[in-house]
């Protein structure tokens, strides 16, 4: 700090004038463009009206067991609305319907990948 109060960063000038690194902005999207899944899950009353949905959404994941499928989703309400549509032009009647959107454990797997036990990267 100089004399008078004011701090000198002349010193710090070539640290200061380094552009800043962008590592992810709000929405969770990465560097690339990439975002992190979302997904709207719909879970039906019977195996007839999962299948009738694995028809009309085409290839989504499905759970058998849970009698529900896995639309990949960006959690925006256009999405939503389409997938009601498509239920609703198939004359299809889900049970639930929830929309999961990516948390931050989503977006830190999409910035750095999965976690490798040490003895996978050459550790012991």
Known sequence: M??????DFTPHADYLRHEPVAIADITGKAPGGSTPAGHIRLRFADAHSLEAAMTAFGPVTRDDEALAVYIPTDG????????????DSASIEAEALTVHTPDLDDIA?????????ASEVGHQ
């Open 2 to 7: 100089r004399h008078d109060g004011i701090m």
């Open 109 to 117: 797997l999409a910035l750095t990948g999965p976690m490798r036990a």
């Open 76 to 87: 925006g309400i256009p999405a939503l609305r389409a997938v009601l549509d498509t239920l």
